[in-house]
């Protein structure tokens, strides 16, 4: 009895099971025919239906026939072709013997003119009128030379195809697994985003501004006198003059008071500079509202922000907030931003460089890398967005606002090294230090002219600073300082007034401790 009932148990449960598996097996084999059905209508689809990015230019197209010029790809889904004229644009691969450090060099000299290396084009007479250019971007990294080639032929190729009727519209369609580079194709011309397909229609009159510029750092851009009025801003049609553009000198504060100082000295140069442009300050919440109204009177117009931290960045490291320079993106009222670091003084007006395109920067003497202390931009809502999105994924160099800078515009224009110029002597030989006249800005690196409280330049006093040190460098700081009014003067930590009698401990003072530790 005692077994029977112990079968009997052992027996549901392995009936239980038997159970369990049909069923399990059951729903199983319906997905599976599901699947099938599934994968037979997609594939019918698939030759029946036209890609989804044709689609979006369609409906924007009224051409009795749109023609599409294919950029690094071989084909298309035959459906196109009944409904679209497709030619293939033909170039030269650019050689591998070329390197991105061959476009972006250092530094570069001005006489003779240097030159950049020749990244072959397709030969643009053949390809004219063109609505849609379509590319696959090959190498998907930053600092690619022949994805920066295809990027520029579908630039090139869209410029020359801009025409008056739909409006001038071109569209450039990029499928493949690399997005186009974001330096020449902004996100506001992003119209439509699937996958692995991205849709945009450029403003042509932008589009123009970079292939006008030199494919690297290689050149100068040449100044705009050179491009003549016309043919730099490309306006398509004669009569379409450009509103008036709105441009300003913007710098920053945030966490410390200590730049208050420098940022007065700042306007009162830009200025005394002849500048038309606006002047506006970003500040956070640690500049006091007495600093707010000394920089208010100096000539800034201020907006409150709130800071950002620096991802990478150590706590208490002297960058740790250095992203907050970010913001400058969202300034939208204006459509040009010169961005300058609160330790520079600006000397000669800068305004005419406002003609340039984002990003155009000078060079830090090293690598590829532009310095992030002065850089002209284009505010916009979603690059900031996007700085603010890479900032976890993509690192600095060094933990601040210019290494990360540098990643994200790997491709940008050089201003000449006079636009800001750098105070630091690495030349051993040279005990003079002496800057150049003709320079427009000069960047303060080292201890800070309102902080050595004497008139030379104090960075002589440390040997880890003597690299920075330039007293006519120092001369010029103390030539805006003196001609700005007592009540500005008065935001500067100490007045050279008071400190005359240390004139005589000029260089005496030289210490060969390593740090200063005086101030
Ligand atoms: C249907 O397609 C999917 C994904 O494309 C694939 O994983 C699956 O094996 C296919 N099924 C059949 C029955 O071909
Ligand atoms: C894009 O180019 C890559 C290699 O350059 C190639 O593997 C890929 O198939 C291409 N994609 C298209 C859609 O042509
Ligand atoms: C600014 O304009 C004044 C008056 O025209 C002129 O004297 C001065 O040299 C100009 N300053 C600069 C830096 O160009
Ligand atoms: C970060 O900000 C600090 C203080 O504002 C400044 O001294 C420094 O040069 C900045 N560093 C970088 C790497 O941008
Ligand atoms: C040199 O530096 C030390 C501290 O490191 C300081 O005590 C001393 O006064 C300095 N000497 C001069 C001449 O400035
Ligand atoms: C500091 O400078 C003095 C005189 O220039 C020199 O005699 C001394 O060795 C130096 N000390 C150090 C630590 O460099």
Redesign the pocket.
């Known amino acids: 009895m005692k077994h029977f009932a112990l079968s009997l148990v052992f027996i549901s449960i392995m009936f239980l099971f038997l159970t369990l598996n049909c069923i399990i097996y059951t729903i199983k084999y319906k997905r599976q025919l599901n699947n099938e059905f599934e994968n037979i209508t997609i594939y019918l689809e698939s030759i029946q239906k036209v890609p989804d990015w044709f689609e979006v230019v369609a409906r924007e197209i009224k051409d009795e026939k749109i023609k599409i010029g294919l950029v690094n790809i071989d084909d298309i889904p035959h459906e196109i072709h009944r409904k679209a004229e497709v030619v293939k644009v033909h170039f030269d691969p650019v050689g591998k013997q070329i390197q991105w450090s061959d476009l972006f060099p250092p530094w570069i000299s001005k006489i003779p003119p240097p030159t950049c290396p020749n990244i072959p084009m397709p030969g643009f007479e053949n390809y004219q009128e063109l609505d849609v250019i379509v590319a696959n971007v090959s190498g998907c990294e930053s600092r690619d030379v022949s994805g920066l080639q295809v990027n520029l032929v579908v630039a090139n190729l869209l410029v020359r195809s801009g025409r008056k009727d739909h409006n001038g519209a071109v569209f450039a369609v990029f499928i493949g697994s690399c997005e186009p580079m974001w330096e020449i194709f902004r996100c506001e011309d992003l119209v439509w985003h699937e996958g692995n397909s991205w849709v945009y229609k450029p403003e042509l009159r932008r589009i123009k501004q970079k292939v006008l510029m030199p494919v690297g750092t290689c050149q100068h851009v040449p100044s705009f006198s050179q491009f003549g009025e016309e043919p730099y801003w490309g306006s398509q049609n004669q009569n379409n003059h450009l509103p008036q553009q709105r441009e300003a000198y913007v710098t920053i504060l ?3 008071e ?2 208050v100082c420098g940022a007065i000295t700042l306007a009162q140069s830009i200025i005394r500079s002849n500048s038309t442009k606006d002047l506006v300050l970003l500040a956070d919440n640690n500049i006091s509202p007495k600093s707010l109204n000394g920089l208010r009177a100096a000539g800034w117009k201020i907006k409150h922000i709130e800071r950002i931290r620096s991802t990478f960045s150590r706590k208490k490291a ?2 740790r ?2 992203y907050s ?1 970010f913001r400058i993106w969202q300034l939208k009222e204006y459509d040009k931003v010169m961005f300058i ?3 520079l003084i600006v000397k000669r007006n800068l305004d005419e460089f406002f003609i340039q395109p984002q990003l155009s920067a000078a060079g830090n003497c090293e690598k590829h890398f532009f310095n ?2 002065l850089m002209l931009i284009e505010p916009s809502i979603c690059t900031f967005d996007t700085l603010m999105k890479k900032r976890f994924v993509i690192e600095s160099y ?6 990360f800078l540098n990643e994200m515009f790997s491709w940008w224009h050089r201003l000449p090294a006079e636009v800001n110029y750098l105070k630091v002597f690495v030349d051993f030989k040279d005990h003079v230090h002496q800057i150049p006249e003709d320079v427009y800005a000069i960047h303060y690196f080292g201890l800070k002219p309102w902080k050595c409280r004497v008139d030379y330049d104090c960075n002589w006093n440390w040997p880890d600073f003597r690299e920075y040190a330039s007293n006519s460098a120092h001369e010029r700081w103390l030539d805006v300082y003196y001609a700005m009014p007592e009540k500005l003067r008065q935001y500067c930590p100490r007045t050279y007034e008071m400190d005359v009698k240390l004139q005589h401990s000029r260089h005496k003072g030289a210490n060969n401790s390593s740090s200063p530790n005086v101030l």
């Open positions: 945030h966490s410390t200590d730049y002297y960058n907030w250095n320079k670091d609160s330790d992030s202390g060094n933990g601040g606002d210019q290494g």
